[in-house]
């Protein structure tokens, strides 16, 4: 049954990113910004931690993920270090995730050339 509900709620979050795209002028990075801005705001009321244990693994697939791991990191640090951990524990659960981008786009860069 987790199956079904995780692609149930990643199917969700993608049609409502697609109701937005076609039905504003919005872009696909406007969208993507507020997903991310999104997540954030659920994990700051643990709601998106509830969802994570309902649904499972399926709800750190989309980009709502980002600003949960973001927000979540800097609320641990937070408690240990005070105002200076919220800095440090945003790039604590998202380094990996971040470094990883740079190399592949880097590597990618390299390997092929873009199309007008």
Known sequence: MTYL????????????????????KLTAGHITSIFVVLG????????????????????LVPITSFGHSLIHGALAKANDLGGIGLV??????TAAGITSAIIFTFIFTILFKPKD
């Open 5 to 24: 509900y995780s692609f149930l709620f990643v199917g969700f979050i993608c049609l409502l990113g697609q109701i937005i795209l076609d039905n504003t």
């Open 88 to 93: 440090m524990g945003m790039f604590d659960l």
């Open 40 to 59: 954030a705001l659920l994990d700051t009321f643990n709601i998106y931690d509830e969802i994570i244990k309902y649904v499972g693994g399926g709800a």
